[in-house]
């Protein structure tokens, strides 16, 4: 019903910037939060960023400084700046979605997440 695409992941030297995109589509009414996640080998899945509706941003605190999280309505799209990087930011980035979404008849709402990006960030 609800598909997240990723794009925008790489290799990048360290201090280096890279802009991720997460585009989602389907039978989308609204969508509220959105945000991105990242699982570096051996370590559990932790919040990089999140974005409301009206576009109220939360950060880490590790990121904070460096990344910026946006998102444009009209596309259905959250984008993730991210500059200044380093060799611990290396992940693979999820985006999620809290969707409201179209179900047949109904309104449905659940959470969604994209398939992952790799960012490798090299010192």
């Known amino acids: 019903q609800v598909q997240l695409v990723e794009s925008g992941g790489g290799l990048v030297q360290a201090g280096g910037s890279l802009r991720l995109s997460c585009a989602a589509s389907?039978?989308?009414?609204?969508?509220?939060?959105m945000g991105w996640y990242r699982q570096a080998p051996g370590k559990q899945r932790e919040l990089v960023a999140t974005?409301?509706?009206?576009?109220?941003?939360n950060y880490a605190d590790s990121v904070k400084g460096r990344f910026t999280i946006s998102r444009d309505n009209a596309k259905n799209t959250v984008y993730l700046q991210m500059n200044s990087l380093k060799p611990e930011d290396t992940a693979v980035y999820y985006c999620?979605?809290?969707?409201?979404?179209?179900?047949?008849?109904?309104?449905?709402?659940?959470?969604?997440w994209g398939q992952g990006t790799q960012v490798t960030v090299s010192s």
């Open positions: 389907g039978s989308i009414f609204s969508i509220n939060a």
């Open positions: 999620n979605a809290d969707v409201v979404y179209r179900d047949g008849f109904a309104i449905s709402r659940r959470d969604y």
């Open positions: 974005i409301t509706l009206s576009s109220s941003t």
